[in-house]
């Protein structure tokens, strides 16, 4: 008797789902579990494989894998077109060196991808700051520095490639420095100096790793989470580049603008006034297609 998963025949045996309840998804809810498996199917995996992990951030199931796993579903499309070596930032200056023994300040990584046979680069940088987790968990990234951060910077740039394909998983490094907070916040870094492709091309200060050209669209500056009376609900307030705020309780919604804040994608939404401030409606990416869906807040989903 097996459970059969969705869209690429990865087959579950009964006693296979005890053993995922009690080893590789201990501690899942029912529901956490389904979307465990659910996320094993639709990227072909099978979840005693252990290419994907199921692990949990803020109390949220988030998904978990290496870098070679992301990799490998890039390449699975065939439109994967190669990457550069990566750049690293030491003392201001931009090198693609790894041999100096410090730390370095940001990894930049470009990745290639073929779209209607024309090739496409995309950029992203990943700060030591942000990625490095402390003094008790760091011991890989202080013998190794350049190869965890490069890791980290290339799932950020594999992503912004390949975002149906990967969204919303992460490489293992990605997250060591993940804590468990009752109420958190996603910021924009502040501006670093450009790595030298920005500063050709005409590009302003990136932020994040994502070049940010002057071109007065709109970005999210910040977002962040607080518990609301009811502990099963979880209110996001969201913080544009102009200055204007809007708030959800819709997860989707929350997600996808924590994305959007750390690639520094430009966005727009809609939004309207009730009881709690100005409730996000919808919430896209600026350059999707109309016929894109984008995510609704219902109505019947804003009591608290």
Same mark, same amino acid.
């Given at each position: 008797?097996?459970?059969?998963?969705?869209?690429?025949?990865?087959?579950?045996?009964?006693?296979?789902?005890?053993?995922?309840?009690?080893?590789?998804?201990?501690?899942?809810?029912?529901?956490?579990?389904?979307?465990?498996?659910?996320?094993?199917?639709?990227?072909?995996?099978?979840?005693?494989?252990?290419?994907?992990?199921?692990?949990?951030?803020?109390?949220?199931?988030?998904?978990?894998?290496?870098?070679?796993?992301?990799?490998?579903?890039?390449?699975?499309?065939?439109?994967?077109?190669?990457?550069?070596?990566?750049?690293?930032?030491?003392?201001?200056?931009?090198?693609?060196?790894?041999?100096?023994?410090?730390?370095?300040?940001?990894?930049?990584?470009?990745?290639?991808?073929?779209?209607?046979?024309?090739?496409?680069?995309?950029?992203?940088?990943?700060?030591?700051?942000?990625?490095?987790?402390?003094?008790?968990?760091?011991?890989?990234?202080?013998?190794?520095?350049?190869?965890?951060?490069?890791?980290?910077?290339?799932?950020?740039?594999?992503?912004?490639?390949?975002?149906?394909?990967?969204?919303?998983?992460?490489?293992?490094?990605?997250?060591?420095?993940?804590?468990?907070?009752?109420?958190?916040?996603?910021?924009?870094? %502040?501006?670093?100096?450009?790595?030298?492709? =920005? +500063?050709?091309?005409?590009?302003?200060?990136? *932020?994040? !790793? /994502?070049?940010?050209?002057?071109?007065?669209?709109?970005?999210?500056?910040?977002?962040?989470?607080?518990?609301?009376?009811?502990?099963?609900?979880?209110?996001?307030?969201?913080?544009?580049?102009?200055?204007?705020?809007?708030?959800?309780?819709?997860?989707?919604?929350?997600?996808?603008? %924590?994305?959007?804040?750390?690639?520094?994608? =430009? +966005?727009?939404?809609?939004?309207?006034?009730? *009881?709690? !401030? /100005?409730?996000?409606?919808?919430?896209?990416?600026?350059?999707?297609?109309?016929?894109?869906?984008?995510?609704?807040?219902?109505?019947?989903?804003?009591?608290?």
């Amino acid at each position: 008797m097996t459970t059969a998963l969705m869209e690429r025949s990865v087959d579950v045996t009964v006693e296979q789902l005890d053993l995922i309840k009690r080893t590789v998804a201990n501690g899942a809810t029912d529901a956490e579990l389904k979307l465990f498996l659910f996320d094993c199917a639709r990227r072909g995996v099978h979840p005693l494989d252990k290419l994907l992990h199921f692990t949990k951030r803020g109390g949220k199931y988030t998904p978990v894998t290496s870098i070679d796993f992301m990799r490998s579903q890039a390449a699975m499309t065939g439109e994967m077109a190669g990457s550069d070596v990566p750049l690293f930032l030491v003392d201001g200056v931009w090198s693609s060196s790894a041999l100096d023994e410090k730390a370095p300040a940001a990894c930049l990584v470009k990745v290639y991808r073929l779209t209607q046979g024309q090739r496409f680069g995309y950029e992203a940088v990943a700060r030591w700051s942000e990625y490095y987790p402390g003094e008790a968990g760091g011991t890989m990234w202080r013998k190794m520095p350049h190869t965890m951060l490069a890791k980290c910077a290339e799932s950020l740039a594999l992503r912004k490639a390949f975002p149906q394909q990967l969204a919303g998983l992460y490489a293992r490094e990605e997250m060591e420095q993940a804590s468990e907070p009752s109420g958190y916040a996603v910021v924009a870094p %502040e501006p670093i100096q450009a790595p030298p492709s =920005a +500063v050709s091309e005409g590009y302003a200060a990136t *932020q994040h !790793g /994502e070049e940010i050209p002057a071109d007065g669209k709109l970005y999210i500056a910040r977002v962040s989470s607080t518990p609301t009376k009811n502990k099963n609900i979880t209110r996001t307030l969201v913080t544009f580049s102009d200055g204007t705020q809007a708030g959800t309780i819709k997860k989707p919604i929350a997600a996808l603008a %924590e994305q959007l804040c750390q690639d520094r994608e =430009a +966005v727009r939404y809609t939004s309207k006034t009730s *009881q709690w !401030g /100005e409730d996000l409606l919808t919430l896209e990416r600026a350059e999707a297609k109309p016929e894109e869906p984008v995510l609704p807040l219902k109505s019947d989903e804003i009591a608290f």
